[in-house]
């Protein structure tokens, strides 16, 4: 569960397969979410087509860039470390090397590590990844270099991803950019700008261009995906200005969704995150619909308390979560929901704790990501809210979340013992080479021995035992997604 708690802030050295013509080195590493790990294979398309391959040796790289996360102090503390490493090989080893920073921390800090620390040559926001080549050519000519402008039509939806350290099944499609919802803790609509979705026949494009190279599941991706419109461009909060056949003819993630199970029947699909203000009953249906989109559900709550909810700016009660969590478990039986939480935001009290402790025992939460209050320049939170909690109240009230959600999750596995569940098969089971790892629908990730099956099979799997996060297994067949 400590793992869980730190997952989404670990450092992914990225490499792709080399162009024989390229003749530059690109070291890249992603920080922080999904979206940024996908970003940096947008970026990696982009670099590969101005001559660099990706390497794994930081000494021997022309150019260094890290896609950055700001949704914790912690995130940017491990950043700046890595940038203290790039600066000390730049200095020591190798002097010719550009070093750059992307994403949320890159617009962030943008003056401070330009100009103040000068630790960096070049700065790069998540909507100025097509102006990469063009401020290489300013570092290259003696200038620092940056775009941080946020954009409010940029969806990448024209760059055909790098699919980096890629295993050949999974892979992340991005449907969406942008955040409307200004929660008071967050720094995403600041650092990634309004939300505007990507147009939908591009993104089949790149699911079909993906089943065409052999993948076998989609993530469709977006910092809220439910939020997902399409009308023929624009920001989602302009759609009330859309002409009459626009709105006819507008696609929503219902729809989208649905269009994707259709037309690939089989592939399997997953999608994050998601709102519950902007969760529709019609998802709902579609996931309990289309055997090929997962039981699985990612549902940030951040506090079972409906006066800290309103303290975030959550545009949700406790009571209408609840309704929510009621509503999935009956259209969807057996779902599998994961949450986000937060402890200790300013004001927080016992009280409002124990809300948060009976919320999570309430819905039954297969895992979690869970985090102490992190305050964030910037934020509503920051400017007008004292973070007046201790930080060893933060912290125990931290651990009695995990702790109670460590018992849940293995409360919640044992549901599996005995059962046959449809496993894809993603890699080589950590712990022993004889063994395939996958995940179910559910999204637990099952082992098993491998027999004659190979990366990629969705097989039958016999559930004989579990940990509290692993479902243990013997293969008895292959299933009809093959």
């Not at 946020?150 to 892979?171: C, F, H, M, Q, W």
Request: one cysteine or more.
């Amino acid at each position: 569960m400590e793992k869980e708690i730190d997952e989404k802030i670990q450092g992914q050295t990225l490499v792709l397969e080399h162009k024989n013509e390229n003749t530059k080195k690109l070291f890249i590493e992603s920080y922080g979410c999904a979206m940024n790990f996908s970003d940096s294979e947008i970026v990696a398309s982009i670099m590969t087509e101005q001559g660099y391959n990706t390497t794994q040796i930081l000494e021997e790289a022309d150019l260094v860039l890290v896609n950055t996360c700001s949704i914790r102090d912690k995130a940017e503390q491990t950043i700046r470390k890595r940038l203290e490493k790039y600066n000390a090989v730049k200095r020591d080893i190798n002097p010719k090397m550009k070093v750059g920073v992307l994403g949320c921390m890159a617009e962030r800090l943008k003056d401070q590590f330009l100009e103040q620390e000068k630790i960096v040559d070049l700065v790069v926001g998540p909507d100025a990844y097509k102006d990469l080549p063009n401020l290489l050519k300013e570092v290259e000519e003696g200038r620092d270099a940056i775009n941080v402008i946020l954009s409010k039509d940029e969806t990448y939806g024209d760059v055909s991803p790098v699919r980096l350290n890629s295993n050949g099944i999974n892979a992340f499609v991005s449907i969406t950019r942008g955040c409307d919802n200004m929660c008071t803790f967050c720094v995403v609509p600041f650092t990634r700008g309004r939300e505007r979705s990507r147009e939908p026949q591009s993104i089949i494009g790149e699911i079909q261009d993906l089943w065409d190279k052999g993948f076998k599941e989609v993530c469709l991706l977006g910092q809220n995906v439910d939020s997902y419109l399409w009308y023929g461009g624009g920001l989602k909060k302009d759609f009330d200005k859309a002409s009459e056949m626009q709105k006819a003819t507008s696609v929503d993630f219902a729809q989208l969704l649905e269009m994707c199970a259709i037309q690939f029947p089989k592939m399997r699909f997953r999608f994050s995150t998601s709102n519950p203000q902007d969760m529709h009953e019609e998802v709902l249906h579609v996931i309990a619909k289309y055997p090929n989109v997962c039981n699985y559900i990612h549902l940030p709550v951040q506090s079972g308390s409906t006066r800290i909810l309103k303290e975030m700016n959550r545009q949700h009660t406790r009571e209408e979560y609840m309704e929510l969590i009621d509503k999935i478990k009956l259209i969807i039986p057996g779902c599998s929901i994961s949450q986000d939480m937060i402890t200790g935001f300013p004001t927080e009290t016992e009280e409002d704790h124990q809300d948060t402790l009976s919320l999570i025992e309430y819905v039954q939460y297969d895992f979690g990501y869970m985090f102490s209050y992190s305050e964030r320049p910037g934020t509503m939170a920051a400017r007008k809210m004292e973070d007046d909690v201790p930080e060893e109240v933060k912290k125990r009230r931290l651990q009695e979340v995990v702790d109670l959600q460590q018992k849940i999750s293995e409360e919640r596995t044992s549901r599996f013992l005995g059962q046959t569940v449809e496993v894809l098969i993603e890699r080589e089971s950590k712990k022993s080479k004889a063994e395939w790892s996958g995940r179910i629908s559910e999204n637990v990730v099952a082992v098993f021995p491998k027999e004659h099956y190979k990366i990629g099979d969705f097989v039958w799997v016999k559930v004989n035992n579990y940990t509290s996060a692993t479902l243990i297994g013997e293969a008895v067949g292959y299933s009809d997604m093959n």
